[in-house]
Nanobody, 118 residues
Framework: LEPLVESGGGSVQAGGSLKLSCVAS???????MAWFRQAPGKDREGVAFIDNLVKTTTYIDPVKGRFTISQDNAKNTLYLQMNSLKPEDTARYFC????????????WGQGTQVTVSS
């Protein structure tokens, strides 16, 4: 059983939308999870973070107002709704989890590719 499995990536034109999903195992699902992305030649960056224990979400400035992170506890699934996509959002997107909301993000998925054309 993979710890985290992402899906939902694809190719879209600028202005389009995609919804990424990340299914976790019961062992790796956590109230504290995040989406990261890595574009070719660039460092990996955290994009959106959720702490459902304290009901907070955090986004980096370039995606504020366009991306929404959420969870479905019944399905052990993390989501990232991405609207008004821009070519600079092109990257491989990864979900990650911090078990018990402490320590580093210790579990990662394999990622799903998002490509936005102008």
């Amino acid at each position: 059983l993979e710890p985290l499995v992402e899906s939902g990536g694809g190719s879209v034109q600028a202005g389009g939308s995609l919804k990424l999903s990340c299914v976790a195992s019961p062992y790796t699902y956590s109230y504290c999870m995040a989406w990261f992305r890595q574009a070719p030649g660039k460092d990996r960056e955290g994009v959106a973070f959720i702490d459902n224990l304290v009901k907070t979400t955090t986004y980096i400035d370039p995606v504020k107002g366009r991306f929404t992170i959420s969870q479905d506890n019944a399905k052990n699934t993390l989501y990232l709704q991405m609207n008004s996509l821009k070519p600079e959002d092109t990257a491989r997107y990864f979900c990650a989890t911090r078990r018990y909301c402490s320590g580093d993000y210790g579990y990662w998925g394999q990622g799903t590719q998002v490509t936005v054309s102008s």
